[in-house]
Structures are given as C-alpha cells and as structure tokens.
C-alpha cells in the first residue's frame, strides 16, 4: 500500500504543465474560513504540505501569510517557484514533507495542506505537523474531490460502460454536495490535535471537451492508463459533447475542510 501511495503521487510531477493548466482552484470562502477558525493573519507563518503548482498558495499569500511550501515534485516545484514569483514572502522547497526540516528550527503557526494531505505518509504525517507548529498552532486539510448533486450532469454515469469497457471501471457512487466524509476521528485518533472542526464547501465549473479531457490527464488513474484506454476513453467525450448544443460538461466539486488544534502536551 504504502508503494502503491509513493508510486501515484509521484506521477503528478509527470504532468506539471498540465496539472498547473487543468486543476481548479478553491473557492474563496474556503480561504476565508480557515483564517477565521484558525486565527492566522498577516505575518503569520504558514507551512504548505505539497503545494503542487501553487493553487492554494496564491490565495493565502495574497491574505498576508508567509509561506513555506514543501513540494515533492521536482517539476511541481519549479513550476510554483514561476507562478508565485511576484509573492514576496513565499519560499518553495523541494523535499518530502516527512522527512524536511527547517534549518533554522522555526515553529509554525499553521500547516496546511489542498488536496495533498491523503498523500502524505499516515504513519508519520501527524507527529511531522505536530513538531513544526508552536503551541496553539494549527493543521487545515482539505481536498478537491468529485461530487455529483442529484441535478449533476449525467454524462458520469453514461460513461461507465466505456469505463468498464476498456477495464477501468469506476465506482457510481459518488457523495453529494457537502456529505462528504471526514477524517475526525482520525485526527483525534492521532492524540496530537483537538479541537477538530470540518466544514465543507462544493462548487461548479464548466468544461469543453478538451479542457475535460486536460483535467482527466492530472489524474493518477488515466495517468497509469494504456495509450488505447485512454484514446477511447476521450473519443467518447468529445462525441457525446459534440452532440450538446453548448458543447459543454458540469462537473461538481466538493472539499471538507479540516482544522484542528495542537494539543502541547499529548
């Protein structure tokens, strides 16, 4: 498990350019409420676990916060290190989380990760953020996910035969707008943070065919795909767009954002 874990998230920084182009952003009341529940405001210290290209770090940046982005991927990172120059006080740094260290012995008031944190190792992920924070500090989590409303768009579950088709079935049952699961118990269970607070968010964007497709091309799974799956796959896309009038395809999202607070004495 933990080979398969390490094997797939390094095949984002394959696709850099395109995930920095495909991925979306978060809404910016997710931004907003984390600064609320944690307190954090200008000047204060931020760890970013795997900031990728950077689409959470612009936003909390432009907040005030000062930020270390901890970035595994090479390629990710110079990436950010281009998107984020403007930012006076965002530092990118190529390492794993798991095993970086501030040379200085700096404390944080926050680390936080955007859809990165179920890649980082659970063995170790809490006691590493537990470590980097101040007394008092906090961990926000969240993660951009697939949700499909009772009114989404019905071309995911049309298909489902050609994923299966080609051997790549997919599951049907994708969570609702703001039902998603939380990680509560096992950020309590961690006996590191208390203080556990989720709030969830869900959104909207709207794709052509081959911006969809550019989207499906940052995923782990049709990353792994044979060229032939893939060709399949995305030649049904195009054909079933092709026959709306608007040409386009709604896909929702959803992201639970986690905070909690470091306990000082576990």
Not at 16 to 41: C, H, K, N, S, V
Not at 73 to 101: I, M, S
Not at 160 to 168: S, W
Request: aromatic share 10%.
């Amino acid at each position: 498990m933990a080979d398969d874990r390490e094997a797939l998230r390094a095949t984002f920084d394959s696709v850099a350019a395109r995930y920095d182009r495909a991925r979306p952003g978060y809404p910016d009341a997710l931004f907003d409420t984390l600064l609320r529940e944690t307190g954090l405001g200008p000047g204060d210290r931020v760890v970013e676990v795997g900031c990728a290209s950077g689409k959470a770090t612009r936003p909390l940046a432009e907040r005030g916060l000062r930020l270390t982005c901890v970035e595994l991927g090479g390629e990710l990172a110079a990436v950010a290190r281009v998107n984020l120059a403007d930012l006076p006080h965002v530092e990118v740094v190529h390492a794993a989380f798991e095993t970086w260290r501030p040379s200085d012995g700096t404390t944080y008031d926050a680390v936080v990760a955007a859809t990165a944190w179920h890649w980082a190792d659970p063995e170790v992920r809490y006691r590493r953020a537990w470590e980097l924070l101040r007394p008092g500090g906090h961990l926000a989590f969240w993660a951009a996910v697939h949700v499909l409303p009772l009114t989404g768009d019905p071309i995911f579950l049309e298909l489902q035969e050609v994923y299966e088709e080609i051997g790549a079935g997919r599951a049907t049952n994708w969570p609702r707008p703001r039902e998603l699961p939380d990680a509560r118990y096992e950020i309590r269970e961690s006996g590191l943070f208390d203080a556990v607070t989720v709030i969830q968010f869900d959104w909207e964007v709207r794709y052509t065919a081959e911006r969809y497709i550019d989207l499906l091309e940052t995923f782990s799974a049709n990353i792994a795909m044979q060229p032939w799956q893939r060709e399949r796959l995305y030649a049904e896309i195009r054909q079933r767009l092709a026959q709306r009038p608007d040409g386009l395809l709604r896909r929702h999202w959803g992201a639970a954002l986690h905070v909690a607070r470091r306990i000082d004495r576990p």
